[in-house]
């Protein structure tokens, strides 16, 4: 164990040198492993409980999957309103319209930094939230369908928002 906590330490080093700032390099590796773990648990209990995945998922749900996701993950990470939620690994930084914050881990401790970029990137936090979907697709379709539906209106009354005000601008 020693010689892999060596090796683990110089491949540290190594790349420190060449990132542009500190990266918690274990921080990642530690949500990378909840990750797997995660899925490796959703796999066990599915096959526990005799649930098995979709032959295939269709065009529509992908599609209403992708649009939930985005949605999700756009509230989660940059919506003011949940602000609460990432508050404990990241730091205000200042308002980004329309309801969304720009916001910054707020620790340097590995594990919280990491938690504190996933908490704020929608790139980094659709893929957790994209496999929620994808579980939920296993355990529970119509309840994950009926979700997904709502998020998906939310995203489309966005978009819908965000051209009203491009008309009226022009309008005006």
């Keep these: 164990m020693t010689d ?3 090796a683990a330490s110089r491949v540290a ?11 918690p390099l274990r921080g990642y590796l530690t949500l990378i492993g909840a990750y797997g773990g995660t899925v490796a648990g959703l796999t066990g209990l599915a096959v526990a ?5 979709p032959r295939t998922v269709s065009a529509g749900d992908v599609a209403l999957l992708t649009a939930a996701t985005y949605k999700l993950s756009r509230i989660l990470t940059k919506d003011a309103i949940a602000s609460p939620l990432r508050a404990p690994f990241t730091r205000f930084v200042e308002p ?3 309801g969304e914050v720009n916001e910054e881990p707020a620790h340097h401790d590995p594990l919280r930094h990491a938690a504190g970029e996933l908490a704020n990137c929608p790139f980094c936090t ?4 994209a496999t929620a979907f994808a579980a939920g697709l296993v355990f529970a379709p ?6 997904a539906t709502a998020l998906t209106a939310v995203a489309g009354s966005d978009l819908l928002h965000f051209a009203y005000t491009a008309v009226r601008e022009k309008v005006d």
Aim: charged fraction near 35%; proline fraction near 3%; aromatic fraction near 10%.
């Design 96 to 98: 980004a319209g329309e």
């Design 49 to 53: 409980l005799g649930r098995k995945a």
């Design 142 to 147: 119509g309840f994950t369908r009926v979700a």
């Design 13 to 23: 080093e190594r790349y420190s040198r060449t990132a542009p700032d500190d990266r």
């Design 4 to 6: 892999v906590r060596a």
């Design 126 to 129: 659709s893929m957790w939230i």
